[in-house]
């Protein structure tokens, strides 16, 4: 808490502009604001203990500017559905621009063309779900294979080596071959790039990109673009990639639009989607019983060929899946600014003020989860995922309403589809069950120093695989 000087001087400074806010509880600001509840601390940290604390909404203070938290699932139902055109994605858009393609959906406007974007993403056609059931054998066999170059290494880092593993799965349901190792090189530079714009503690225009920032964007485009011109010169009605099926689905992109669809899909999944799986191995670690009911049903799965209607068959994976996006969203922060002054229980918020939206407390509530802090996979059989959806008032790994995650069947798919190959062939084992330090990558969580090998469980390689290959 500031001291008393520092308080009495922010009163003297903008107390007025306290003023129509006294109804919400925060913590008392200084001279600098509340800001300093932030410094050294994770910003979902933060925003869970204002949960615990306040409550449902905290009013703090960026500097001299009102901020909300919300904690309160109707008033984060209002601000990110019912009520979300009043509501813009905050400074997140401007951050990451130089890296994702200027049409990517991520960063349109919901006043402007985010309706439109939405509508002509290729996660939104009709033909998405046929498209998605192709990918579950293909990526099976680029996860498999990522497996077996990992068995027998004395200790692997697991955030990168599963983020590769991803980013490979990812590129064969895009194009049909997995990520070249220059191109994987030049996301992370982009990545990089935008993650120093994120975390910037000075105003933009003073973050010089790194250098050799805009060869490898052009670089990892163009093998996008490049691709879309193979694939368009030698058509093939038979390839399921995403990529072959834009080109005949959506005859209208020309090579340039099918780069930036399909670059921006990594921006959005590849470390959202790793990092779930680094939480999942950590905690099945500490889980014994969960570990070997998932090996048992990855056993299953494997004695024939693996797709999305088995997966979906596989209700102990899902709830693993559930469970680590309960436990340990990847996403934990989202933001909103109103674009004019909005009402909000029961204040007027200045037009571009920050809202801030954290999951971690109500996904961790326990007045409402039963055994809150525990990874229990066995709270969603049983009625448990009709009972809290995703996108629902305590579970929104993905966000709420019409903007939620585009693609998220996706990842849920990669995530079981990551589960049930690992699991078949070996145990992961990690080095240490103490909580991993959290860092922030890109808007995600980043787990740090997560290591562990991969134990197989079998000589030889399932069945299954053989016939998908
Ligand atoms: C476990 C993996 C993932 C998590 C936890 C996640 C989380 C999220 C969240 C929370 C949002 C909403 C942010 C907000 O409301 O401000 C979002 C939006 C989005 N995600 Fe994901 N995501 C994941 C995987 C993916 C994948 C695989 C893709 C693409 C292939 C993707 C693409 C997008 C896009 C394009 C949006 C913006 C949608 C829009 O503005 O209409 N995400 N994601």
């Known amino acids: ?58 009013l703090i203070w960026m500097g001299p500017s009102p901020a909300l938290v919300l904690n309160d699932p109707a008033l984060i139902e209002q601000v990110l559905d019912s009520r979300r055109m009043e509501f813009e994605k905050g400074a997140i858009s401007d951050q990451i621009r130089p890296s994702v393609p200027h049409d990517t959906l991520f960063i349109a406007k919901l006043n402007e063309d985010w309706a439109e974007k939405r509508r002509a993403d290729p996660f939104e056609q009709p033909w998405y779900e046929d498209w998605l059931a192709a990918q579950v054998g293909p990526m099976q066999v680029s996860i498999a294979e990522a497996v077996e170059s990992l068995i027998g290494q004395a200790s692997i880092d697991l955030t990168p080596a599963l983020r590769r593993m991803t980013a490979d799965a990812f590129t064969v ?3 049909g071959e997995k990520l070249p190792e220059p191109v994987f090189v030049d996301f992370m530079l982009l990545a990089q790039a935008a993650d120093a714009r994120i975390q910037a503690k ?138 004019a002054d909005a009402k909000l229980a029961g204040v007027t918020l200045p037009a571009g003020s920050l809202i801030m939206i954290s999951n971690q407390h109500l996904h961790r509530d326990p007045s409402y989860w039963r055994d809150a802090d525990t990874f229990d996979p066995s709270r969603w059989l049983d009625g448990g ?21 585009v693609g998220g069947a996706f990842a849920v798919a990669v995530l079981q589809t990551a589960l049930a190959t690992i699991a078949a062939r070996v145990k992961v084992h990690v080095d240490s069950t ?27 390689r399932p069945t299954s695989l053989v016939e998908s290959a």
């Open 202 to 339: 000075l105003p933009l225009k003073f973050v010089s990109p790194p250098k050799g920032f805009e060869a490898a964007r052009a670089r990892f485009y163009g093998y996008f673009a490049e691709r879309a011109r193979a694939a368009r010169q030698a058509r093939n009605p038979s390839a399921v990639d995403l990529l072959s099926r834009m080109l005949r689905e959506m005859p209208q992109l020309d090579d340039l639009a099918l780069a930036h669809i399909l670059g921006a899909l990594y921006f959005g999944g590849v470390f959202s989607t790793s990092t779930t799986l680094v939480g999942a191995f950590h905690q099945l670690q500490k889980h014994a019983a969960a570990e070997e009911r998932l090996a048992a049903e990855a056993a299953t799965l494997a004695e024939a060929r693996l797709t999305l209607e088995r997966l979906r068959g596989a209700h102990w994976i899902e709830a693993i899946a559930y469970e680590s996006m309960r436990l340990l969203p990847a996403v934990r922060i989202f933001t909103r600014t109103p674009v």
């Open 173 to 175: 349901a895009a194009v």
């Open 385 to 405: 995922v009709a009972r809290d959806p995703l996108g629902s008032g305590h579970f929104f790994p993905f966000g709420r309403g019409p903007r939620a995650c």
């Open 1 to 58: 808490m500031p001291n008393l000087l520092s308080r009495s001087v922010f009163n003297l400074l903008f107390g007025s502009r306290r003023k129509g806010l006294e109804s919400l509880p925060g913590p008392q600001p200084g001279i600098l604001g509340t800001v300093g509840d932030f410094i050294g601390a994770s910003p979902w940290d933060v925003c869970a203990r204002y949960g615990r604390e306040y409550g449902g909404i905290t």
């Open 434 to 460: 103490e909580p991993f330090e959290e860092g922030f990558f890109f808007g995600v969580v980043l787990p740090k120093g997560v290591t562990g090998k991969l134990v197989p469980r079998v000589a030889s």
